[in-house]
């Protein structure tokens, strides 16, 4: 019963037909109350809008209005797990479920996006250097944070690809195809020797 208490919106119009059923089972057996519409008026802490894609056309009209919204896998996970609905704006799975992602090097704009699809995946983004960070991600090896992470934290630091493929297959994908090279970003030249 992990979902008592909680309006979840359901509407064919914004989930692929092929899981609809799914998603409506998962919410059922878990006591959620359910509404065959998709309401964007209706966004208090308990009430949820089920959506299969960011991409979708009423994403950020629900997201602007303040709705909760899950993706599909993120409602199939909490079902098969009895946790109860996330409530951070728009989570599509639970990929990075108690994973940290630090950035650096990149500009503000940049890092916003990379904070969006890590709290999307359940992950937490920091901007702060912190010991319990699971990942670092730098545009190169002049990044501010990138010494400390090699130094000290002694995590995986990897290029923003690495994200981009989490995001792609919705699960944390293995980071040694994506670790930054050594010298990414130095420029040698080739006057001097």
């Known amino acids: ?19 609809f059923d799914t998603i409506h089972d998962a919410l059922k057996l878990n006591s959620a109350q ?15 809008h089920v959506i299969s894609s960011p991409d979708h056309e009423k994403f950020e009209l629900l997201r602007a209005n303040g709705c909760n919204l899950l993706g599909p896998e993120c409602i199939i996970s909490c079902a098969k ?13 639970l990929a990075m479920d108690g994973v940290k992602v630090l950035a650096s090097g990149f500009d503000m704009e940049e890092k916003v996006k990379f904070e969006k699809l890590v709290i999307a995946m ?24 990138y010494k400390w992470a090699l130094s000290t934290l002694k995590k995986p ?37």
């Not at 359910?34 to 949820?48: G, K, M, Q, V, W």
């Not at 609905?85 to 728009?90: A, E, I, V």
């Not at 995001?167 to 990414?184: A, D, L, S």
Request: hydrophobic fraction near 35%.
């Open 34 to 48: 359910i509404c065959l519409c998709c309401d964007p008026s209706r966004s208090a802490p308990n009430e949820y």
């Open 157 to 193: 630091i990897v290029t923003i690809n690495w994200l981009y493929q989490c995001w792609k297959e919705h699960r944390i994908v293995p980071h040694e195809t994506y670790r930054i090279p050594p010298f990414t970003g130095l420029i040698r030249d080739a006057r001097t020797n």
């Open 81 to 93: 797990d009895q946790r109860s609905l996330p409530k951070q704006g728009y989570t599509c799975c």
């Open 122 to 145: 359940g992950g937490v983004f920091h901007t702060k250097t912190s010991l319990d960070i699971s990942f670092t991600i730098v545009k190169n090896v002049l990044a501010a944070k």
């Open 1 to 19: 019963m992990a979902f008592k208490g909680k309006t979840v919106f359901l509407s064919r119009s914004l989930v692929a037909p092929e899981i």
